[in-house]
């Protein structure tokens, strides 16, 4: 099975091919601004490093967020366009299955995950998941303080970019570590369809994920 995955959910956009579970090509590149230019080259890049057509890959596969509200609509447009060009079937992942799929199967075992994205506000967006990245319940949007009250029993990992702001918070619980921070790359996409794929778990339709309203007022103007 090959899957084409993409992502422009941050401040990045990403593509790779997945083969059989290994990652055969990817790209990456960091942009302010730009992603919708950039997206279906590096798209083009990645299949012709894998040797492959556009129509080559078996599944198109892309982040659905949470994220930039602009990244997401530039990756899920890129997808949809790629699915009606092929006739391949579309695969979502959230976000929080990226991100934990980039943490090492040895780091997660015997522990659950919680996933925090830094929603670039004063609320993070969570979930937890457990070792095989099975998600555990449905993600939200918290506050720091109101974190303390959600968190499971036992061992516990904290990996995303918003690990960072809970440290002082969870820095006295016993057996909690942090995972070692990783960028959200269509490479963690493509491998965590993969893994859902073959544990015989549906993947997510081609809709983006949004757990706030966006950051808009209305004009006064009359």
């Known amino acids: 099975m090959k899957i084409l995955a993409l992502d422009a959910s941050s401040q990045a956009c990403s593509a790779a091919v997945i083969d059989d579970g290994q990652v055969v090509a990817g790209r990456l590149k960091s942009?302010?601004?730009?992603?919708?230019?950039?997206?279906?080259?590096?798209?083009a890049?990645?299949?012709?490093?894998?040797?492959?057509?556009?129509?080559?890959?078996?599944?198109?596969?892309?982040?659905?967020?949470?994220?930039?509200?602009?990244?997401?609509r530039i990756g899920l447009a890129a997808a949809r366009g790629l699915v009606l060009a092929?006739?391949?079937?579309?695969?979502?992942?959230?976000?929080?299955?990226?991100?934990?799929?980039?943490?090492?199967?040895?780091?997660?075992?015997?522990?659950?995950?919680?996933?925090?994205?830094?929603?670039?506000?004063?609320?993070?967006?969570?979930?937890?998941?457990?070792?095989?990245l099975v998600p555990?319940?449905?993600?939200?949007?918290?506050?720091?303080?109101?974190?303390?009250g959600l968190l499971p029993e036992g061992p516990l990992l904290v990996a995303g970019d918003g690990a960072a702001r809970l440290k002082s918070l969870l820095l006295g619980r016993p057996d909690t570590l942090f995972a070692k921070e990783a960028s959200l790359d269509a490479q963690w996409v493509g491998l965590a369809v993969?893994?859902?794929?073959?544990?015989g778990r549906e993947?997510?339709?081609?809709?983006?994920?949004?757990?706030?309203?966006?950051?808009?007022?209305l004009s006064k103007k009359q």
């Not at 492959?52 to 509200?69: E, Y």
């Not at 993969?194 to 544990?199: C, F, G, I, P, V």
């Open 31 to 43: 942009l302010e601004r730009g992603q919708a230019e950039a997206l279906i080259p590096l798209a």
């Open 45 to 72: 890049e990645v299949l012709a490093e894998a040797g492959l057509a556009c129509s080559g890959a078996d599944i198109i596969a892309c982040t659905v967020g949470p994220g930039s509200f602009t990244g997401l």
């Open 86 to 132: 092929t006739g391949r079937p579309f695969a979502g992942i959230t976000s929080f299955e990226a991100l934990a799929r980039a943490v090492p199967p040895e780091d997660r075992k015997g522990r659950r995950l919680m996933v925090a994205v830094d929603a670039k506000r004063a609320d993070l967006f969570i979930q937890f998941l457990d070792e095989d």
């Open 136 to 148: 555990l319940g449905e993600p939200r949007a918290a506050g720091p303080e109101d974190i303390g």
């Open 194 to 199: 993969w893994d859902r794929l073959q544990a």
């Open 203 to 217: 993947v997510l339709p081609p809709e983006p994920l949004y757990l706030r309203a966006p950051d808009v007022t």
